[in-house]
């Protein structure tokens, strides 16, 4: 402990600094926020059900033999059907809150 003893910085008085307060959340208002893929894709398989899910985005994974684990491993590596999938959960989410207006 000599150390500590011999350190001046050790013996200020200053009080320790404060944890910056924290920024609103630049995801606020963001609904994919938070979700994981798997989520999304288990969502929309429920609500639309795996051929009307073939029919509204028609990629390979979910018309031949469609299961969550094969759609995930192609969306992950495939930008753009990634996006076709969450655009079409938003809109799901806009036609469930219609529904209940």
Known sequence: MAFCEDNP??????TPPQPAP???S???RNPLHGLTLENIVTQLADFYGW???GTRIP????THDP???SSLKFLRKTPWAREKV???YLFMLRDQ?????
């Open 9 to 14: 910085a050790m013996h200020d008085a200053e």
């Open 51 to 53: 051929d009307d899910l």
């Open 86 to 88: 969450e655009s079409l």
């Open 26 to 28: 630049k995801q606020a």
């Open 97 to 101: 809150k219609r529904q209940r207006l």
């Open 67 to 69: 299961s969550i684990n």
């Open 59 to 62: 990629i390979r994974c979910f």
């Open 22 to 24: 924290e920024a609103p």
